[in-house]
């Protein structure tokens, strides 16, 4: 007989380890510092470590614990063992190519991952046969028993691995292969039968989000994908099967899954979504029969506040008379490991949250109806409501006087295009995004200062001699329009917090980005505002040192929320307007100080798109709105950049046109320079989807940069084009650097010579 779902679960917990081992072995690995045995061994001991602390968190039943297990993203992971990419085996080498490229290939495309901060890999399909490959998650269930922990095996689900896919070139559109992709789940499902699993998680997280084929028609997909799944062929045998569904509520794909009838279905419950979709827990009570065990995801895994237990209590009784489990509304992959890592937080504040390890304590003390918790969770409730750190007057008013809707800079595009011609730029000019390779010797710069080892006037001076060679280093490369290279910069989100009042920053909250990159998200706790100028004393220097036009370089209202755990006691329109002023007073600080080029990052715009397409026009309305009060004063002089990257920029073009930036920079290197189909006549700016693909190790040759600026002039007209990579040069190494941006001069160099 199957064993029976346990009593608390949780969606998926962090993969990068409490003190980043796992990014540790993989840049070890890449660089040649450690061996592929030792890398495998080191990715072995963290999952061990981590399925042995979960248990001690609580998570000790048979099956309660996810093996969400990847090294690089987890639909990579899912694409490679159901036989989506590539026929054979993979090696490692092979895997981290798809995921990274090498000399011989490009990587895989990748994007955000619905509305969060993660990025995958979009895996291409084909036209070849699927070969599953199931040994590479039996291993995963098999060194777990091993280790006398009996985990669940994770795959991302069918409908959803097909959404996100794209077809290759000549190929169909992914979903048409669904049949075939069912099949091969459907044995790897027979090969962990036969291996003894009782249960597997299957995320269909796409059910949540108004995707490509509309909401009614995936809803019709993924029933009819999991009926078949669910029903294995004569003789064959299958685990028990949870559907997860995070991210948000699901609508037509709740009755396509109850309907599908799989074990167990996870629903998303966090405040937030239910916030959004008031009667979510009625219609799972109506749709949703009592023979399909329910896993209430209760606690919320995508922000870090301590969650009200007796709110939480009150929904967990709305399912009174059926068997409810207890998990996280998503996975814990989007918060940090853990709050016993933090010594610098405030008293106050540190009360007033959970992180992953503190979520699985909270699931458990709700599961087991803990009421001392539950006390604890009040007075945390009630004490942040009263701080007066949440609340500041002046800001408050300051945000008030704005004028209401929607707000537009003077002179109109053209005036200011014809204004900024003083800057005496070329044809095709060349830049980059801001950041350059951030060196040892600067960060060992920054932690000796942090350390109290480097005086301030020792730290200023490593900081202008790393400007100084920056400036040099763009001026003897030919670059048209330069950056400082961002050397004071531990992170383009928590430099401007660290300055920012009204937040506050982790030491060691690391969050996973994409394979080895992590950040530290800051955490907004209140009214924010500028005490002084943050950026004006290094741009003012760098300019300083030449004739050229030296950005100054700002992150965007948006990107700063998307990247930062956000309140969720005010709107988050309100933290933009507020965040919008603190930075308009830095634009006109830099004007001030000679600036005459502005980059306004804003790469996380289509990031914090509601999945909903009825709640996007909202957003999109004072997303636009707290860009353009950044701007809204800036001298019709002054060229205000903009750069996003890797999303589907496709569906918000008309958005990103809305911004009103002079010049947007844009990720275009993976996809080919396909972004540009969509630009429109609403689309006024000039443009520089980015050629160099700078998370890739692989130094692209001026005929492969030469065709992709070609590839570019189809769509956009040479006096609106600018040639710069498509993101921030800070992880990538000086000589790959000083490669790339020699073969990006002369291809712009070329492609000018033909005009």
């Known amino acids: 007989m199957m064993s029976s779902f346990p009593k608390v679960t949780i969606e998926g917990y962090p993969r990068i380890g409490a003190n980043r081992e796992l990014k540790k072995a993989l840049e070890g690995y890449w660089a040649g510092r450690i061996s592929a045995e030792d890398f495998t061994s080191a990715a072995h ?386 830049t980059t995004i801001g950041s350059f390779p951030q060196t040892k010797e600067i960060r060992t710069s920054r932690a000796d200062h942090r350390k109290g080892k480097l005086s301030d006037e020792q730290y200023t001076e490593a900081l202008k001699k790393e400007i100084a060679d920056v400036v040099r280093f763009q001026e003897d490369l030919g670059l048209d329009v330069l950056v400082h290279g961002e050397a004071e910069r531990n992170d383009m989100v928590q430099y401007f917090a660290e300055l920012l009042d009204g937040f506050v920053a982790t030491q060691n909250g690391w969050v996973q980005s994409y394979g080895s990159r992590c950040t530290r998200p800051p955490i907004v706790v209140g009214d924010v505002s500028r005490p002084k100028a943050m950026t004006v004393e290094w741009a003012k220097y760098a300019q300083s040192l030449s004739d050229k036009p030296v950005k100054g370089m700002l992150t965007g209202p948006v990107t700063i929320l998307a990247w930062s755990f956000v309140r969720d006691d005010v709107p988050l329109a309100v933290s933009a307007d507020q965040i919008a002023l603190a930075l308009a007073d830095e634009v006109r600080d830099l004007e001030e100080a000679g600036i005459s080029v502005i980059q306004i990052d804003e790469p996380a715009l289509r990031e914090l798109l509601p999945l909903r397409e009825d709640d996007r026009p909202a957003y999109l309305d004072w997303s636009i709105r707290s860009f353009r009060l950044v701007a809204l004063d800036a001298k019709p002089t002054t060229q205000i950049h903009t750069h996003l990257c890797y999303s589907e920029f496709g569906q918000i073009i008309d958005a990103v046109a809305a911004l009103d930036a002079d010049v947007t920079s844009i990720e275009a290197a993976r996809s080919k320079m396909e972004l540009l189909v969509d630009l429109n006549d609403n689309f006024h700016s000039q443009i520089g989807p980015g050629i160099w693909d700078i998370h890739s190790p692989r130094v692209p040759s001026v005929d492969e940069l030469e065709e992709l600026i070609t590839a570019a002039l189809k769509h956009v007209p040479a006096e609106r084009l600018w040639v710069n990579p498509d993101c921030g040069l800070k992880t990538r190494g000086y000589e790959e650097t000083e490669a790339s941006l020699k073969n990006l001069v002369e291809a712009r160099n070329r492609v000018v010579e033909k005009l």
Do not use: C
């Open 45 to 430: 001991s963290l999952r061990l470590n981590n399925y042995h602390r979960l248990q001690d968190l609580g998570l000790n039943e048979d099956y309660a614990i996810p093996a969400d297990v990847a090294y690089y993203d987890q639909v990579l992971e899912t694409a490679l063992t159901v036989g989506l990419i590539g026929g054979g085996e993979v090696s490692l080498d092979e895997e981290f190519a798809l995921a990274r490229g090498n000399s011989e290939r490009a990587p895989l495309e990748m994007t955000k991952w619905f509305d969060t901060n993660y990025h995958y890999l979009v895996p291409e399909v084909g036209t070849d046969a699927l070969t599953p490959r199931p040994q590479r998650i039996l291993n995963i269930v098999e060194e777990a028993r091993e280790a006398d922990v009996v985990v669940r095996p994770y795959l991302v689900g069918p409908v959803t691995l097909l959404a996100l896919a794209k077809a290759a070139e000549g190929a169909g559109e992914p979903l048409e292969r669904l049949d075939e992709v069912v099949d091969a789940y459907a044995e790897i499902l027979t090969e962990l039968a036969r291996a003894g699993v009782d249960w597997v998680q299957l995320a269909e997280p796409a059910l949540v989000a108004d995707l490509g084929p509309g909401d009614e028609k995936l809803a019709e997909l993924a029933e009819k994908a999991h009926r078949r799944l669910l029903e294995p062929a004569a003789g064959e045998e299958r685990p028990n099967v949870l559907i997860t569904t995070p991210y948000g509520s699901l609508r037509a794909g709740l009755k396509a899954l109850a309907n599908a009838a799989p074990e167990a279905l996870h629903v998303d419950l966090a405040p937030g979504t239910l916030a959004n979709d008031e009667d979510y827990v009625a219609r799972i009570n109506e749709t949703v029969g009592k023979d399909i065990h329910l896993v209430a995801g209760l606690i919320d895994g995508r922000n870090v506040w301590a969650a009200d237990l007796a709110e939480r209590d009150q929904v967990l009784k709305s399912f009174a008379g059926r068997e409810v489990s207890v998990s996280t509304s998503v996975s814990l992959l989007h918060v940090p490991h853990t709050l016993a890592a933090e010594e610098d937080l405030p008293v106050d504040v540190v009360s007033w949250l959970a992180f992953a390890d503190e979520k699985i304590a909270e699931a458990v003390a709700l599961a087991n109806g803990d009421e001392e918790a539950v006390a604890r969770s009040q007075r945390a409730v009630r004490t942040r409501r009263e701080s007066e750190r949440t609340r500041v007057a002046a800001v408050q008013e300051r945000t008030a006087a704005l004028p209401d809707g929607q707000v537009e800079r003077k002179p109109d595009f053209a005036g200011r295009r014809e204004a900024q011609e003083a800057l005496g730029l070329p044809t095709l000019p060349t």
